[in-house]
């Protein structure tokens, strides 16, 4: 099935280091992206690919890949980091499927 | 500036329908893939569909909670992106952002409410 499972919540303190997961067996597969969703505001990418950057993202927004999970680590977490993180994957050619988001706390 | 600017978004009663809209400026409109993806109220990121460009066939897809229901459609002369929402249901409720297909420029959103 079609389905990539993240962590509900992670809380780390500013400064520390933040991972967050994203596990499915399309991501055996599939390349994976990183969304960033803060209060009223639509998502932003943060990574593709697994682990590319779009220019604009702090370079403390990395990611990986092993197997069938994805990690997004954020490096020195800051208090603006805090957020709504979702991961997304082209589940086949015709699909595309959301994990269903980790809140991110930073305090 | 590259930018796309959702419309059309409203109440409308369970079994309506209603038509929104995605403008796009500042990029090659024509060559795009683009996917709408939906939010529920306090839920998380949902795709709901895709459609190709002309030139890669201009074929659709979509999630299966909405096929049947749903029809994704472009205009290239008017560098707009539509979405076509018949047999609405209480659980289409949501805000409705349109976006490339590779998902790095989104719109604001709009949103739809289904309700009596």
């Known amino acids: 099935s079609y389905e990539l499972t993240q962590p509900s919540s992670v809380s780390v303190s500013p400064g520390q280091t933040a991972r967050i997961t994203c596990s499915g067996d399309?991501?055996?597969?599939?390349?994976a992206r990183w969304f960033q969703q803060k209060p009223g505001q639509a998502p932003v990418l943060v990574i593709y690919?697994?682990?590319e950057r779009p220019s604009g993202i702090p370079e403390r927004f990395s990611g990986s890949s092993s197997g069938t999970t994805v990690t997004l680590t954020i490096s020195g977490a800051q208090v603006e980091d805090e957020a709504d993180y979702y991961c997304y994957s082209a589940a086949d050619n015709s699909r595309g499927v959301f994990g269903g988001g980790t809140k991110l706390t930073v305090l | 500036e590259v930018q796309l600017v959702e419309s059309g978004g409203g109440l409308v009663k369970p079994g309506g329908s209603l038509r929104l809209s995605c403008a796009a400026s500042?990029?090659?409109?024509?060559?795009?893939?683009m996917s709408w993806v939906r939010q529920a109220p306090g839920k998380g990121l949902e795709w709901v569909g895709r459609?190709?460009?002309?030139?890669?066939?201009?074929?659709?897809d979509y999630a299966a909670p909405v096929k049947g229901r749903f029809t994704i459609s472009r205009d290239d002369s008017k560098n707009t992106l539509y979405l076509q929402m018949n047999s609405l249901k209480t659980e289409d409720t949501a805000v409705y952002y349109c976006?490339?297909?590779?998902?790095?420029?989104w719109g604001k959103g709009t949103t739809v409410t289904v309700s009596s």
């Open positions: 976006t490339t297909a590779h998902m790095d420029v």
């Open positions: 459609i190709k460009s002309k030139t890669d066939g201009g074929t659709t």
């Open positions: 500042g990029f090659t409109f024509s060559n795009a893939w």
């Open positions: 690919k697994d682990s």
């Open positions: 399309v991501l055996a597969k599939k390349y």
